[in-house]
């Protein structure tokens, strides 16, 4: 599995992003019993830089704290159905890896809410990851009962690594 992750702030959090990255990922992919190995690109960014992204993606003119930008097009959240016929827009023809898609976090948010909610840096960074990684595996949260699903596997994932609130 290949996990990018890049940082275009200054800023550097007290743990290896990159490692909490894979931790996390994997957790979900597993949890998710995907049967591909995949490539995931995450982008460090601060609230100037997923302003600009969000007003230009999504035409919402506010900071945020991540995006997502999935590759695949789930029939189902969860189901590694890959059409035959898709294979080519979905697959690095290098590697045979899944694209499974991007990820942008702010990192001034990380620090924001972190604080907000009293909890490490690390577990709001790994919370944001996780949640970035279901919207990449086809989960949503506009309906209530959605949003539920993805609360429940956040948690279930985070517990799981032993990421916790503080």
Known sequence: ???????ETEKAFPFSEEDTVRLVCEAVLAE???PYEVQVNVLLTDNEGIHEMNRETRGIDRST???SFP????????VFD?????EADYFDPETGELILGDIMISVDKVEEQAAAYGHSLRREFAFLVAHSMLHLCGYDHMEEQAAAVMERKQEK????LGITRD
């Open 71 to 78: 590759n695949v097009d789930f029939e189902r959240e969860g």
């Open 32 to 34: 998710e019993a995907c």
């Open 157 to 160: 994932i985070l517990e799981g």
């Open 65 to 67: 704290d991540v995006l």
């Open 1 to 7: 599995m290949t996990f990018y992750v890049e940082n």
């Open 82 to 86: 890959i059409d035959e016929n898709l």
